[in-house]
């Protein structure tokens, strides 16, 4: 008897290409840019969007997914920072979010009222990469206090992407982290990236991220 083989991951993966056209469908239509924010646990991403929801939230009327394993304490955190929906999505021990729960979130949302979108999913390097959410720009936040060569080790991640963010910059005197290696490195897997050099914490290089994000907002382009 012959043995057929079903190769599961390959179709769930498929599936999840349709549902993710399906939600960049949407946003395009809605005139909205998604930016999927990926990093390791610590990064620093949740006070990031903090403080870009301070800063130029209600400017460029900016909305948030959040995607968590557990709870739901980064919406909560975010919440406190806008008006605006902030749909948090647990996902119950999966290591990353997918297209479903994308198009389960924008149907909670006023997408009438937003020109950014940021999906910010769950801690992890690897999972995010291959899961296509529909959104514009996969973006790397990558802090100081890890090493420089999680470009080498996880570069997957870094070809997805298109952005990089290094935060903790404020930490730079007190870590043994070499920030030209580590671009060097990221620019090896991908020499297309383009970095934000910022610390959430002090302020330190948030305008030239803000002045980014208001560019691509009117511009219509990720890029």
């Known amino acids: 008897m012959t043995v057929r083989r079903i190769e599961v991951r390959e ?8 549902l993710a056209r399906d939600v960049r469908r949407r946003l395009d239509d809605a005139g909205i840019i998604a930016y999927n924010l990926v990093s390791s646990p610590g990064s ?10 301070a800063g130029v939230g209600e400017e460029l009327r900016i909305g948030v997914v959040t995607g968590d394993v557990q709870t739901q304490n980064d919406a909560d955190r975010l919440a406190h920072h806008t008006d ?10 999966a290591c990353h979010l997918d297209a479903l729960q994308m198009q389960d979130a924008l149907d909670a949302l006023d ?3 937003l020109r ?3 999906i910010e999913n769950v801690g992890n390097l690897v999972c995010p990469a291959s899961w296509d959410l ?6 790397v936040v990558l802090s100081v206090t890890e090493g ?9 991640m870094f070809q ?3 952005h990089v963010i290094i935060n903790k910059m404020d930490l730079l005197p007190y870590v043994p982290f070499d920030i030209e290696r580590c671009v060097a490195y990221a620019r090896e897997v991908n020499p297309s990236l383009e970095f934000f050099r910022v610390s959430a914490l002090t302020g330190q290089g948030m305008e030239d991220w803000f002045r980014f994000l208001k560019e691509s907002a009117w511009a219509g382009s990720p890029v």
């Open 11 to 18: 179709r769930v993966m498929e599936r999840n290409d349709v």
């Open 44 to 53: 620093g991403k949740t006070l990031l969007l903090e403080r870009t929801l």
């Open 84 to 93: 605006r929906l902030v749909q948090a999505v647990v996902t119950g021990g």
């Open 111 to 113: 997408l009438t009222a």
């Open 116 to 118: 950014i979108l940021f």
């Open 134 to 139: 529909g959104e514009r720009a996969k973006i």
């Open 148 to 156: 420089e060569d999680k470009p080498l080790k996880y570069p997957k």
């Open 160 to 162: 997805q992407a298109r």
